[in-house]
């Protein structure tokens, strides 16, 4: 799978990762992916709220090290 776009948020707290998945994914084209490492655990619940309202897709959603990644596809 092919990554267009990485993004780093990890030691933000709520909302400044999804304010900063908001300003990524507006650079993106359809169809294209976002990547995004978050270590804010509301993350796990706000990033797919965001994601359905705006109709985006997440692809994968993997935690390890404490480090939540995300993968988002612009819809």
Partial sequence: MKVNLHL?????TCP???VNIKKAI????HGEILEVHVTDKGA???????AKAGGHTILQQVEAAG?????IQKI
């Fill in 8 to 12: 780093d948020a990890k030691g933000l």
């Fill in 16 to 18: 400044m990762p999804i």
């Fill in 26 to 29: 507006d650079t993106l084209e």
């Fill in 44 to 50: 796990l619940a706000d990033i797919p709220a965001w």
């Fill in 67 to 71: 480090v939540i990644t995300f993968l």
